[in-house]
């Protein structure tokens, strides 16, 4: 089975760094994906990490330990419009399935 | 640009009637994904097609049926609905391999 683990709301101030973290455990893994999702919208992909380490793509970076079953989202210089939910999801082993994590609401105060 | 095009943004149904979900995409994508979404539990994997004609069951597959005649549609079936069905449908497709989700832009499926 799976399951995922990532904080329920986070608040941060614009201009600010903040760091949401995902622990997972799975029966198998084989990649894990950060979306982005805004209130009544779709959401959308923003990074995958296969591999350990570090990926960054412009303001966000995205970090994986598969030893630890753990990844987090970096978020720098933080803009009201990240305002937000941030999806976790797993991919299971051998398939193309992709198993999400509940979400972490981020708020971006002035 | 990826589209998935679900047919309904919002839909209202009553208890015991058949609902069919409707979802197209068009960029060739082998995979196509019915969710639900739904407060404090996220999104829940229903049913999963990773060709025409094949699918898997999801993690809460109970109450629903699929459909996928034609590589470009996947199709969610309510046999009979339930109050409990009330949730935002999510639709979404993707390559084989590790490319990412698309999704299209949810179906809110009030079921009285």
Do not use: H, W
């Given at each position: 089975?799976?399951?995922?683990?990532?904080?329920?709301?986070?608040?941060?101030?614009?201009?600010?760094?903040?760091?949401?973290?995902?622990?997972?455990?799975?029966?198998?893994?084989?990649?894990l994906f950060w979306y982005q999702q805004h209130a009544g919208e779709a959401p959308t992909f923003l990074s995958y990490n296969v591999l350990d380490g570090l990926e960054e793509k412009g303001r966000f970076s995205s970090f994986l330990s598969r030893s630890k079953g753990y990844s987090y989202l970096l978020l720098k210089e933080l803009q009201m419009k990240d305002s937000a939910s941030y999806l976790c999801a797993v991919r299971v082993y051998n398939t193309d399935k992709l198993i999400f994590g509940t979400g972490t609401r981020l708020q971006v105060f002035p | 640009d990826v589209k998935v095009t679900?047919?309904?943004?919002?839909?209202?149904?009553?208890?015991?009637?058949?609902?069919?979900l409707e979802c197209v995409q068009d960029m060739d994508h082998e995979n196509m994904f019915w969710y639900r979404q739904d407060p404090g539990l996220g999104l829940r994997l229903i049913y999963f097609s990773y060709d025409v004609k094949m699918k898997e069951k999801g993690d809460i597959p109970e109450g629903y049926s699929v459909s996928r005649e034609k590589k470009?549609?996947?199709?969610?079936i309510l046999e009979s609905a339930s109050t409990n069905q009330t949730s935002m449908y999510l639709c979404a497709s993707s390559t084989t391999g590790l490319s990412p989700l698309h999704f299209?832009?949810?179906?809110r499926l009030t079921v009285t």
């Open positions: 089975g799976q399951n995922i683990d990532q904080p329920t709301e986070m608040t941060a101030t614009e201009g600010a760094i903040v760091q949401i973290n995902c622990t997972y455990q799975t029966s198998g893994f084989n990649g | 679900q047919s309904s943004r919002y839909l209202v149904k009553r208890t015991g009637e058949k609902v069919f470009e549609r996947f199709s969610l299209g832009n949810g179906t």
